[in-house]
């Protein structure tokens, strides 16, 4: 980032007019300056929780599971039953080809 100083050496080596090495130079403050805090609102608070909170509420009906009946629910709990003897058997597969910590390193044939 340049120094004020270099912006106004920079401008006068292009010439430019006392308009335009302003602007140059108000520029260059501002950036420095960074953007401007935001002017504190109370009720932002509560706002923002009122908009989530309907946000979610319209949201609810996707997010639960859909109501079963008897047949359903079983078809259900077996197809999730069967998902999680497979996450089991992958968890346990990883867990094998991890290295032991504990032993020293060998070639294993």
Not at 8 to 20: K, L, M, P, S, V
Not at 30 to 53: S, T
Request: charged residues 30%; negative net charge.
């Amino acid at each position: 980032m340049p120094t004020t100083a270099q912006l106004a050496a920079f401008a006068a080596a292009c010439e430019a007019g006392d308009q335009a090495t302003a602007a140059l130079l108000a520029g260059h403050q501002r950036i420095l300056e960074g953007p401007p805090l935001p002017v504190p609102y109370g009720c932002a608070g509560a706002e923002f929780a009122e908009e989530r909170r309907l946000r979610d509420e319209a949201a609810r009906p996707w997010l639960a599971e859909p109501e079963h009946d008897g047949y359903e629910q079983q078809l259900h709990d077996e197809r999730e039953t069967d998902y999680q003897r497979q996450i089991d058997e992958a968890e346990a597969l990883l867990h094998e080809l991890q290295p032991d910590n504990d032993s020293p390193l060998s070639c294993r044939t």
